[in-house]
């Protein structure tokens, strides 16, 4: 067989085309339309070739071994970019039934389908599902759960079964009927109801999972289980009760859905009835996706399948995606995104934590821009640059995390991290070149709630007067009045007002209080056995290493750093020279 690297000269890019424009709603993600790989001619091509490898390597798998090596999510991102680089460099794009007849297996004696097996095109933005319903609402529209198995085509003679053929490549397929008469599944003869004389049913095998939710369980092989079973040479009776079947049309049947399904019912097929829903537009869709997705069923799925109750007569079908039946996937739990840039945020206490912004991408239904590594060590283990592929995927539920690196862009970007040595604890206790993050995270945490609660003086009030040259020491807001605050760019009167109000509530603050928003590492209750004063100033000074280790709770580490904050001669000085008048005032805690 042609190998799909041969292929590749004689398959144009217009065929890819035609199908987005006559789709209409399918686009390319809106960070990768009319982009081309970075570099100079040959490291695109370069680029370019191996991404194209390893969607190549992908589909081998797929389609010739049953083995799905990357989530569907990052498969379907990574080849529209393959696409767009494709488009953009005027190179050829194999069509996605040559990628699938490049690696399927030759079949044997293969059986000719009764009626082909059509594929489903896969939507992932939800406006444009959203379009998809609305223009076909006037059809009647139905819902089913995207069974994630293999496909088989069902046929019955006079009601009783004649063939069970896998699909294949949609026209033909392998002759599975011998492993059908192990399976209970499959109903051998289609009882009640009188039948038709001819009656082609198509569906999913798929593997039993009792109560199983695909929000919390994935799909964990399922699609590769029933191929391995279905490949073997026979089938136990055991390993045939671990099969299911779902039949989700029935192509020479009644026009109308509601027919169908009664039918089927009537001949025993019950999860098509029970799990094919009427849905009356995009947010019926969308409760149903939710439902099937976070609640239990016998089967894994991958997404939903939105049918048109009015679909043309099965002879009319051709082996390619139709216009009448779209699949809406799961959420995607991985997605391929793009490294736009890598910044560094330094917090309050010297931690270096790396950011890449992304160019905006789709995980579980979000849009995500920003993803953080968590630690300068990671980073330097990941050597993530700007113009590399990576695969996030979320913790936790909610949180973004990097998962891989899928291409690194070549040249590397050159990156200048900060020196994880100049900043701790005490650095940064004045504004200075290469001090301004970790300078307004001090700020920031000194008017946070767990320091001195000034409601509405965060990150960007704080910017605003460091922006103005108001604020270049941790103390000096103490003493800015309503007229300088009024004039900072972007502050009212009123504003100004609201500032100057919190900034006075928040000298009435307690003295232990002030050391906590100054930066004092975290002690136990039992290390503060001194007056809330500042007369106990002297004697937090006064105590050394083997002093604050006495105290229950308090090891080496925390007692060396309490030494520190409280011989620190910046703090001192602060301490000294503003917070302990303060605190002496009439009125003060």
């Avoid at 995607?332 to 160019?359: C, E, H, K, W, Y």
């Avoid at 136990?524 to 002297?538: F, I, K």
């Amino acid at each position: 067989m042609e190998s799909l690297a041969t292929m590749r000269p004689r398959i144009r890019l217009g065929l890819v085309g035609a199908i987005c424009a006559w789709t209409g709603w399918l686009s390319l993600p809106l960070a990768w339309a009319e982009t081309c790989p970075p570099g100079d001619p040959a490291l695109q091509q370069e680029a370019m070739t191996s991404l194209a490898d390893r969607i190549e390597a992908w589909d081998e798998a797929y389609y010739g071994r049953g083995e799905r090596l990357v989530e569907d999510s990052v498969y379907d991102q990574t080849r529209e970019r393959l696409i767009a680089w494709q488009a953009c460099l005027d190179s050829p794009t194999p069509s996605p039934a040559a990628r699938r007849e490049a690696h399927l297996t030759p079949i044997r004696d293969g059986v000719k389908h009764a009626i082909v097996q059509t594929g489903l095109d896969k939507i992932t933005d939800p406006d444009a599902l959203a379009v998809w319903v609305k223009r076909r609402q006037s059809q009647g529209l139905w819902v089913q759960p995207k069974v994630d198995g293999v496909a088989v085509t069902l046929v019955y003679d006079d009601g009783q079964l004649l063939e069970v053929v896998s699909r294949g490549d949609g026209r033909q397929g392998q002759d599975w009927s011998s492993h059908a008469e192990r399976i209970e599944a499959i109903p051998k003869t289609l009882a009640g109801t009188a039948p038709p004389p001819r009656v082609t049913l198509q569906g999913e095998l798929y593997h039993r999972r009792a109560d199983h939710v695909q929000a919390d369980m994935g799909s964990d092989g399922a699609r590769s289980t029933v191929i391995g079973l279905m490949a073997r040479h026979m089938l136990d009776a055991m390993d045939a009760r671990e099969i299911g079947l779902f039949v989700w049309d029935w192509p020479d049947g009644p026009a109308s859905m509601t027919d169908r399904l009664e039918r089927l019912s009537a001949w025993g097929f019950d999860d098509a009835a029970d799990l094919t829903q009427p849905v009356a537009d995009f947010k019926d869709v969308g409760e149903w996706r939710r439902r099937w997705y976070q609640g239990p069923l016998p089967f894994a799925t991958d997404g939903v399948v939105i049918r048109q109750g009015a679909r043309p007569a099965g002879t009319e079908w051709l082996p390619q995606p139709p216009s009448w039946a779209v699949a809406w996937k799961h959420p995607a739990q991985r997605s391929l995104a793009t490294v736009r840039d890598v910044t560094f945020r330094i917090g309050r206490t010297g931690n270096i934590t790396p950011m890449l912004t992304l160019a905006p991408t789709r995980l579980d239904d979000r849009v995500i821009r920003r993803v953080s590594l968590g630690s300068l060590d990671q980073w330097q283990q990941w050597d993530v640059r700007p113009g590399d592929d990576v695969t996030i995927r979320l913790a936790g539920a909610t949180i973004p995390q990097l998962d891989d690196v899928m291409h690194r862009q070549i040249p590397r970007v050159p990156i200048e991290a900060p020196d994880p040595e100049r900043y701790h604890d005490l650095s940064c206790l004045r504004l200075a070149p290469g001090c301004e993050a970790q300078f307004l995270a001090r700020l920031t945490w000194i008017s946070s709630r767990e320091g001195l609660d000034m409601p509405g003086i965060g990150e960007g009030a704080w910017s605003r007067l460091i922006a103005a040259g108001l604020v270049e020491d941790l103390h000096d807001w103490l003493t800015l009045s309503p007229a300088e605050l009024e004039e900072v760019k972007g502050v009212g009167e009123r504003r100004a007002a609201q500032w100057h109000a919190r900034f006075q509530a928040a000298q009435q603050q307690p003295f232990t209080r002030w050391l906590t928003a100054l930066g004092m590492p975290s002690i136990p209750q039992a290390g503060l056995d001194l007056a809330d004063s500042p007369s106990s100033l002297s004697a937090y000074r006064a105590r050394t290493l083997e002093d604050w280790q006495r105290y229950p709770g308090i090891g080496e580490v925390t007692a060396r750093r309490l030494v520190e904050f409280f011989s620190n001669p910046i703090l001192s000085a602060l301490l000294d020279g503003y917070i302990v008048p303060l605190q002496q005032t009439p009125g003060a805690s």
